[in-house]
């Protein structure tokens, strides 16, 4: 756990109105105290209930989501390489065919005005083979591949491009993995920006271990996903070490380093607390208030699982939300 003095944290709060991101207006400093920030996408995760929701189970979600100001759902792999299986009609020959998850997503997404971005490959204990640039080279052609088939299967139907690898400082601490990453990030940023429509990419880098100093974090993250145009990065405050004024501190440092880049950096709020189950509201709104002038954007991991009334079977924690947003 990172202890910051007082006095620290009141010179960051200061910086921190200072600081200007792209694409983002900052608010003046009378703004920033009374900043009541929201969470404008949504994090949606392949899983067993979600591979059986019906068309009207996903437009009721999508519905809650665009409810409470969410139009955008960020899906977090669409070929489960682990598993072997693609969650999409894919291409005879390629990942044999699961549960479709994307043509019911986009279709609910479209009938609602929202946007969808669709994650590639993913690998979970991918972290393991950071430095083998072979092993990194077969997850570059999965994703160009799957990017590829997505594209002609969806034609205008894509927001942008999620890429499910996630570093983090454990990993940008390690000298021997900082080459192979940067290079299979850039290499496959590249692919995607100069084919199918040239859409944005994204990753969800984090802090989680704090091996780090956040300027060390920062720094790193620019580095290895330089070439991305959204860097997402998990917030940490539902992990049980981590609180407001520590969240401050992490953006303030990715706010510095990325300004003037044509890189974005969103804020991904955790909605979930240690061990598990939903954060409780207050300590959610105070997590967004962290980032207050900080970021371009912010989404949360994730509504389904942790705001949604349908899933959970209570609307305690969207109520909440939404009682919220009518105070901005």
């Not at 000298?175 to 944005?200: D, S």
Request: contains cysteine; charged residues 10%.
């Amino acid at each position: 756990m990172l202890f910051v003095r007082r006095a620290w944290l009141a010179v960051l709060s200061a910086l921190s109105l200072l600081v200007v991101i792209p694409g983002a207006t900052p608010p003046a400093a009378a703004a920033v105290t009374s900043c009541r920030p929201a969470m404008s996408s949504t994090f949606l995760q392949p899983s067993l209930p979600v591979f059986g929701w019906s068309a009207a189970r996903y437009g009721q979600e999508l519905s809650a989501m665009k409810g409470v100001g969410i139009t955008s759902v960020i899906d977090q792999w669409t070929v489960d390489m682990d598993a072997n299986l693609a969650h999409y009609p894919a291409a005879a020959g390629w990942y044999p065919p699961g549960a479709d998850m994307v043509s019911p997503l986009l279709q609910a997404a479209a009938e609602r005005k929202m946007s969808v971005w669709l994650g590639l490959g993913n690998v979970y204990d991918w972290q393991a083979h950071a430095t083998d640039q072979a092993w990194l080279q077969n997850q570059l052609n999965v994703n160009m591949r799957t990017a590829d088939q997505l594209y002609a299967t969806y034609p205008g139907q894509i927001k942008g491009w999620y890429i499910s690898n996630e570093v983090d400082d454990a990993l940008l601490s390690n000298q021997a993995a900082i080459g192979p990453m940067t290079w299979f990030f850039t290499e496959l940023a590249t692919y995607l920006h100069t084919r199918n429509g040239n859409l944005p990419v994204m990753a969800s880098p984090t802090y989680s271990g704090l091996r780090q100093s956040p300027a060390q974090f920062a720094a790193g993250v620019k580095a290895v996903l330089g070439a991305l145009d959204v860097v997402n990065v998990q917030d940490g405050g539902g992990s049980g070490y981590i609180g407001p004024s520590d969240i401050t501190n992490w953006f303030t440092a990715l706010a510095t380093a990325f300004r003037g880049t044509r890189t974005a950096v969103w804020s991904n709020a955790d909605m979930f607390d240690s061990p598990s189950g939903p954060m409780a509201p207050a300590k959610l709104q105070a997590n967004l208030k962290a980032t207050c002038g900080l970021v371009a954007s912010r989404s949360g991991f994730s509504f389904t699982t942790q705001m949604s009334p349908a899933s959970l079977g209570t609307s305690t924690y969207y109520d909440a939300y939404r009682a919220y947003l009518r105070t901005r």
